[in-house]
């Protein structure tokens, strides 16, 4: 076994040397909103006409990092993690029931570092390329998304698939549709974004096509929201895959958004209500659950790396 | 230690999110499994250095909840496929046996099984008891015994049942196990010669123990047959009830059953020669007033009576028949300046005297049924006790005269059995409604006999059967010498009260809700109360279970009996 030393500091403090991880900032985009209807036609549509699909898988993962490793790599001290991550499919057609779900445990260091074999538990080397903290956290998100495919593939057809967090091009789910309820990035242009203000519950704005090193539909989506707060307020945006016509994808939208009407939170249960699904949440819960106890954790690695210096 | 027992299915594993403990701990129900109160289970722990510990316990408490809901409304988004949770049941164990006594906690993670056959006979010590008497059926019909040690005086003896009356069928169950210790043989030979004193204190309900009920179904016979018993009557029952009021040939009281039965009464030669007296005086409130010590003096001088022939006494001269006559007598010497101080006794007031007649006067019309010598050949209305249950009817006395029979019947029996000075033959005494003839307050004389018996009944081989509605009214040490505690369908109030701290606080709970023919028994090697259902009763407890009169004649029934023969 290699090495290693576990940070002392508690691991969401990050750590005294280094950076703090960067959150996952989709860079400005070429952003086409004249698909459906013209950038200067925009205006809320309504989907109450589409069905209501009564067969949904939501996709979800949690990760954690359960310590900060130092490892001895020829003479240097790198920086790891070490992280616990989970995905599960859930389906929702008479009762949520959670039909795929996995646990992995990692390392993720740059080579030379190795698997940390902990008795109880086993951290799997995944060599990432720098020890650069987005770079480790992207071995985490890279591992967790593999993990939510193949768990997605298991699953089998259903009427629509909601991933939560924005696709990842190639890499993602077929038909797929990405669910993304925090706005860091300004996509559309002001003319249309005042739309956005403007929907009602159930309603969505027109298409809109992102096109970075691969290219999606996105559109936003008004969920129930008892008291009208700010123009933002109850808005998450969804997105699919841009492989067919926008008139497939229209479809899609339209039956997306009036599905996701029934399984927005609401604010007394959910801090993040209503864009944090219900399901979504039952099922994060859940993944969170079968991470495992993190001190309990933490401390089998710290024997770990004492038994490795001995 | 014998060979292990045969494991039975396991029904799931000791979860680890409650503190698991060596009394105490939780099990979580597998898939399609279930644990349902009172089950009776058994596990394993493998101790460093390679012993096993059998561990065995009773589900007490069972539980289900929604893992994954945070708010009660969850249940509907659960409900409507929104949000995901899982059922899970979990249930509580109370442990009754530690098999070696390693008293270790069980480790979360270990499988439960549900125990049956020989594992169930270890659990619940059945195994250990070299005689034991069944005293019921689990829920799913499995036998419960009790050791007969802590029955028969042995070791203990003596049981106490309490129970709102009507629904705690309090005497039924005593009768059921009456029946059981006289059925299971447990005795052997010896046994043909135990006997049961049964007071029937309420309707008819017991004056039909020698017919068999003839709504018995054939499934509630089939459990007598589990428990090794045969669904059948009392074979060898004599009844006894007061002469109906007013009848000169002392005929009895009974009101649906005539055949079989006989009337019983106390000559006054009786009264004056063992003291009976005193139970004329048998309130608890008697004792308060300076009652005793005229009862004494006058008792002294009642000895003094001679007999005549036919019961009847001549006292100081004075030949006196019935029992108003010997109250009027009693009345006379204590109210003549002359003879006071010798019959009342020296110092005492004339008012505590003039009480003291008033009540004795007050006793006549209750009483004068009960101790007379009007009826020719008494001897055949003195309770016999010839056969091996004894059915001696109150119900429809007084309650002065209720006493003053209980207080009696068991003064003469404790007599008997003292001078006899052996445990063997064993007498059983049934007597429901504790609380009148033991109250927990002051004392009477019959108060001092039921405690003798509870006290020393034990090596004297009198075996208390008790029943009372509220244990809390009864005299303390009573309940306590009980070495057999049941528990019928109790009130709420009454089941929170101290007397019933034997009782897991969940079966104090359930003793709410219990139903007709589900006891609760606590016996003393079990550290855990059971539940237990026993069957409907054999015999007839009313006139239309029993079989018709035609079908009923037989050898037995005397249609004549209890009429005074011709001279």
């Known amino acids: 076994m290699a090495r290693f030393a576990v940070e002392s500091w508690s691991p969401e403090y990050g750590s005294p040397v280094g950076e703090e991880g960067q959150p996952d900032l989709v860079p400005a985009a070429a952003v086409d909103p004249s698909i459906e209807l013209p950038a200067a036609e925009w205006q809320p549509i309504d989907c109450a006409s589409a069905d209501i699909a009564t067969d949904v898988l939501f996709v979800d993962g949690v990760r954690r990092i359960d310590a900060r490793l130092w490892f001895d790599i020829d003479g240097r001290s790198r920086g790891g993690i070490a992280a616990s991550y989970a995905a599960g499919v859930i389906r929702c057609r008479d009762e949520a029931t959670i039909e795929q779900e996995a646990v992995g445990r990692g390392i993720f260091a740059m080579t030379g570092a190795a698997t940390i074999d902990c008795g109880k538990v086993r951290y799997e080397h995944h060599p990432t390329a720098t020890e650069d903290m987005e770079q480790l956290q992207r071995g985490i998100q890279s591992e967790m998304g593999r993990m939510e495919k193949d768990l997605a593939a298991k699953a089998g057809p259903a009427e629509l698939l909601f991933l939560d967090g924005p696709l990842r091009g190639g890499e993602s789910i077929p038909g797929a549709v990405g669910y993304i309820k925090s706005h860091q990035a300004g996509y559309l242009p002001d003319e249309a974004a005042g739309v956005v203000g403007q929907l009602r519950p159930g309603q969505r704005t027109p298409l809109f096509l992102i096109q970075q090193s691969w290219s999606r539909y996105s559109w936003y989506v008004r969920l129930p929201i008892d008291l009208p707060g700010h123009p933002w307020a109850g808005i998450a945006r969804c997105e699919v895959a841009a492989r067919g016509t926008a008139r497939e994808a229209a479809a899609v939208a339209n039956r997306a958004s009036v599905t996701l009407q029934r399984f927005a939170s609401t604010p007394h249960k959910d801090t993040r209500a209503p864009q944090n699904l219900f399901p979504i949440a039952g099922l994060e819960n859940h993944l969170r659950h079968r991470l495992g106890d993190r001190e309990f954790l933490y401390r089998q690695l710290r024997m770990a790396a004492l038994a490795g210096e001995g | ?567």
């Open chain 2, 1 to 567: 230690m014998d060979e292990k027992p045969a494991k039975g299915e396991a029904v799931g594993r000791v979860i680890g999110t409650e503190d698991s403990t060596p009394l105490e701990f939780w099990a979580a129900v597998g898939p399609n499994q279930f644990l349902q109160l009172d089950d009776v289970v058994a596990l394993e722990r493998t101790l460093p250095g390679g012993d096993s510990v059998e561990i065995y316990g009773v589900v007490t408490q069972v539980r289900a909840r929604h893992e994954g809901a945070r708010f009660d409304s969850d249940v509907f988004l659960i409900s409507e496929g929104v949000l995901p949770a899982e059922r899970v049941e979990a249930a509580r164990i109370l442990t009754t046996r530690y098999e070696p006594e390693v008293f270790v906690p069980p480790l979360p993670g270990s499988e439960v099984r549900k125990a049956r056959g020989v594992e169930r006979e270890r659990a619940l010590f059945f195994e250990g008891m070299t005689s034991r008497v069944p005293a019921g059926l689990s829920r799913s019909d499995e036998p419960f015994y009790i050791n007969l040690e802590f029955l028969d005086g042995t070791r203990g003896a003596h049981v106490n049942i309490s129970g709102v009356s009507g629904v705690a069928t309090k005497t039924t169950y005593a009768m059921f196990l009456v029946n059981a210790v006289f059925q299971s043989g447990v005795f052997g030979v010896e046994g043909q010669h135990n006997k049961a004193l049964v007071f029937n204190v309420k309707s008819e309900d017991l004056m039909y123990l020698d017919q068999p009920n003839v709504k018995l179904k054939p499934e509630q016979a089939s459990r007598y047959r589990s428990l090794g018993l045969e669904p059948a009557a009392f074979p060898s029952v004599e009844f006894w009830a007061p002469p109906r009021p007013g009848d000169r040939n002392a005929a009895p009281w009974t009101e649906r059953r005539h055949p079989g039965v006989g009337s019983f009464f106390w000559t006054i030669h009786e009264f004056c020669r063992d003291d009976l007296l005193q139970f004329l005086f048998a309130d608890v409130s008697d004792e308060r007033q300076q009652y005793p010590m005229v009862v004494h003096a006058v008792m002294a001088q009642l000895r003094k009576a001679r007999k005549l022939d036919d019961g009847a006494v001549v006292i100081e001269g004075k030949t006196i028949h019935v029992f108003d006559e010997l109250v009027r007598f009693i009345a006379d010497r204590l109210e003549d300046e002359e003879t006071k101080d010798f019959w009342g006794g020296r110092a005492i007031g004339q008012g505590t005297l003039n009480a003291f007649i008033r009540r004795l006067y007050g006793a006549v019309p209750h009483l004068k049924n009960l101790i007379r010598s009007d009826v020719p050949n008494p001897a055949a209305h003195a309770i016999a006790r010839q056969k091996q249950v004894t059915v001696v009817d109150i119900h429809n006395l007084n309650q002065r005269a209720q006493r003053f029979v209980v207080g009696v019947v068991l003064y003469r029996m404790f007599q008997t059995k003292e001078e006899a000075g052996t445990r063997l033959p064993l007498e059983f005494i049934v007597l429901d409604e504790m609380n009148k003839y033991a109250p927990r307050e002051g004392s009477s004389p019959i108060k001092e006999i039921l405690l003798d018996v509870a006290e020393r009944g034990r090596s004297l081989g009198m075996i208390l059967l008790g029943a009372e509605q509220t244990a809390s009214e009864v005299e303390r040490r009573i309940v306590a010498n009980a070495a057999i505690r049941v528990v019928g369908r109790l009130d709420s109030a009454e089941a929170g009260r101290d007397e019933y701290g034997f009782l897991p606080v969940v079966q104090r709970q359930r003793a709410t809700i219990m139903k007709p023919g589900t006891m609760i028994v606590s016996q003393p090697e079990l550290p855990v109360p059971m539940v237990v259902e026993f069957p409907f009763p054999s015999w007839a407890t009313r006139a239309d279970e029993a079989p018709p009169p035609t079908v009923r004649g037989g050898t037995d029934s005397d249609p004549f009996e209890g009429m005074a023969p011709e001279d």
